[in-house]
């Protein structure tokens, strides 16, 4: 038999999510057929889906019928497990319903980071031989050599102390964590098998540098969120650490294992403009350091930030640039017409938003009392009121809390 288990990480896949107007789904369908021919053409062994399944608790039809379409293609039959949890754009309970049912397909969901899989058999030979909250043990076709997973979903700080056991308990998340995670890590992780922590988490090396947040994702490290884990808190028997919340592909650490962001499969905001995306794929023999490499995905659509010096000048690249969606800056002596935005508009079908810049500020001035772009984001609306009222940007932490209300509106 193989001694080597091949995993796929990916994650933030954020099925739903739109820019602006533009629906993102045709891409996320085509992208996500991606992902499952690399997952065939890489002889994968098991999937990982590291969080932010969806982008809204209640997300469109349409996305969740590809969720699980997808989930079930990338089983290959009931043969490969795919271990999928909940991140902080996602209902615990809308990922764990349909469980029973799943694990017939060799899906298994991770809703809470107490949830407990049940004990079951496929007759393909897939099975979770040992199961406890926050863990489960699995045998695959073709493998002599258990798999070891520790399973830890999103959850704010005082509901993740509370599943873990420490509802009261004054330590610091990260220690609840690592000695939750080193106990069941001494029960069940030897060198005989393989061991893998998968978790949505904000996830730093300590002393490193902290790395952004995706611009207009619901914040993990700000009020009622939780605060950032170091990669000193994994023990030393996980060979791979399976992460998921940041948007771009990015290594933690090396130590005490290879510790990833497999980041999400397209750009969802210009701040992740011409930004590469990617799968993992994650060589992993019993008692040895993981290998991991890159596999580059290409069908992704990119996101483009163009400045643009007048109309003529905007259409010449956009023509060149057909396949973008793009967020133009259109410089200009004077506003910009109705007739101006409508040859923009012919010109190219994927301009998102037009940000003007009048050289003469008098007029732009005279322009910007009459009307309000009621298009742009929240974050941006909030900018201006509150610019406009204070008479000055507001400050990180005002805009921390702005961010925390709107994420726990979006999770009523």
Known sequence: ????????????????????????????????????????????????VSGDLFDTFNPPAEAVELFYKTLKRLTNGGRRPVIAIAGNHDSPDRIEAPDPLARECGIIFGGYPNSEVPVFELE?????????????ELSIPGKSFP????????????????????????????SVLHEKWQKLCNKYCDDKGVNILISHLFMIKKGGVVPEEPEDEKPILHVGGAQAIYSENIPRQIQYTALGHLHRMHKVDDFPSPI???????????????????VLIVDATPGETAKVSEVQLSTVRPLLRKRAYGVDDAIAWLTDNSNALVELTL???????????????VAHNGIVTIIPEVLNPDLFAESNKKQIDLNQSMESLFNDYFTHIKGQLPNEDIMNLFKEILAEEDEE
Not at 7 to 18: A, S, V
Not at 149 to 168: D, M, Q, V
Not at 260 to 278: D, L, T
Request: charged share 30%; proline share 2%; aromatic share 10%.
């Open 260 to 278: 990833y962001y497999s980041g999400s499969p397209i750009s969802y905001s210009f701040s992740e403009a011409n930004q590469k995306k990617y």
């Open 124 to 136: 393909t030979g897939l099975k979770v031989i040992v199961s406890e909250e926050g863990f489960i």
């Open 1 to 48: 038999m193989n001694k080597k288990c091949r995993i796929l990480h990916t994650g933030d896949w954020h099925l739903g999510k739109r820019l602006e107007d533009f629906s993102r789904l045709e891409e996320q369908r085509v992208v996500m057929d991606e992902i499952c021919q690399i997952a065939n053409n890489e002889n994968v062994d098991i999937v990982i």
């Open 331 to 345: 410089v200009t002596d004077s506003y910009i017409t109705a007739k101006d935005r409508r040859r923009l508009n």
């Open 147 to 174: 798999i070891r997973l520790l399973i830890t979903p999103y959850a704010n700080e005082y509901r993740l102390k509370s599943y873990l056991g420490e509802e009261n308990s004054e330590e610091e998340l990260r």
